[in-house]
């Protein structure tokens, strides 16, 4: 793996059930606010506030997305009540902070959460030190992965070289357009085949201690 990752000189991490295992069930607590904000602002019992959530998910990128498109929501007040969650499942990992440390070159978060979801996750993940930037939904301009102007947004206001980049996933549909601008990609989580993933790993620590 040496060689497919010798020209990375940017390393771009997703933050949800990236770099924390899903099994600790961490957006579990993300997706009760959203169902409950849902519910609140369009007046929908709970079925429908999950109907909705899957269709914007699928159709818009994410929840909020679609509630910015459809309903004229404003993003600050939603990213400050769905983030605003239980940390204490969160256990720090020594082995993930040293893996990433030991990479060559700058480390970024981007996430479409806030950036201050961000900074709380990382601090509580034991990671706080390990990034030179972390990029939310608002750096994005509210636009969200995985569409192209989210991307175009973050790379350019990070000023990363996408052919010199390399991007870790836990949604196979955000690493399409960062593939086709030849980001190295990998997918974090289980095995699964996609044409625009290079790499997929279920151990992030380790895989990332292997390119040291």
Same mark, same amino acid.
């Given at each position: *793996? #040496?060689?497919?990752?010798?020209?990375?000189?940017?390393?771009?991490?997703?933050?949800? +059930?990236?770099?924390?295992?899903?099994?600790?069930?961490?957006?579990?607590?993300?997706? &009760?606010?959203?169902?409950?904000?849902? *519910?609140?602002?369009?007046?929908?019992?709970?079925?429908?506030?999950?109907?909705?959530?899957?269709?914007?998910?699928?159709?818009?990128?994410?929840?909020?997305? @679609?509630?910015? +498109?459809? #309903?004229?929501?404003?993003?600050?007040?939603?990213? !400050?009540?769905?983030?605003?969650?239980?940390?204490?499942?969160?256990?720090?990992?020594?082995?993930?902070?040293? !893996?990433? &440390?030991?990479?060559?070159?700058?480390?970024?978060?981007?996430? +479409?959460?806030?950036?201050? #979801?961000?900074?709380?996750?990382?601090?509580?993940?034991?990671?706080?030190?390990?990034f030179d930037a972390l990029y939310g939904f608002e750096d994005a301009g509210y636009v969200p992965k995985p569409r192209?102007?989210?991307?175009? &947004?973050?790379?350019?206001?990070?000023?990363?070289?996408?052919r010199r980049a390399a991007m870790f996933e836990d949604d196979p549909r955000n690493l399409e357009v960062p593939h086709g601008l030849g980001v190295r990609t990998v997918l974090v989580?289980?095995?699964?085949? #996609?044409? $625009?993933? $290079? $790499?997929?790993?279920?151990?992030?620590? @380790?895989?990332?201690?292997?390119?040291?």
């Open positions: *793996m #040496h060689a497919d990752f010798a020209h990375v000189e940017t390393w771009v991490f997703d933050l949800d +059930n990236t770099l924390y295992p899903p099994a600790i069930r961490l957006f579990d607590q993300i997706e &009760a606010r959203m169902a409950a904000f849902v *519910m609140r602002t369009l007046g929908v019992d709970a079925a429908r506030a999950g109907e909705l959530r899957r269709q914007y998910w699928r159709e818009h990128g994410t929840t909020l997305a @679609g509630l910015m +498109n459809l #309903h004229g929501v404003e993003p600050g007040p939603y990213l !400050a009540e769905v983030h605003d969650i239980d940390l204490t499942g969160i256990e720090p990992s020594p082995a993930l902070a040293a !893996a990433i &440390a030991g990479l060559p070159g700058r480390k970024v978060v981007f996430t +479409n959460g806030s950036r201050e #979801h961000a900074r709380r996750v990382t601090l509580a993940c034991g990671l706080a030190e390990c192209a102007e989210a991307f175009a &947004a973050v790379f350019g206001r990070d000023g990363l070289a996408p989580g289980p095995a699964a085949t #996609h044409p $625009h993933v $290079h $790499h997929q790993t279920d151990d992030l620590a @380790g895989f990332l201690a292997r390119l040291a």
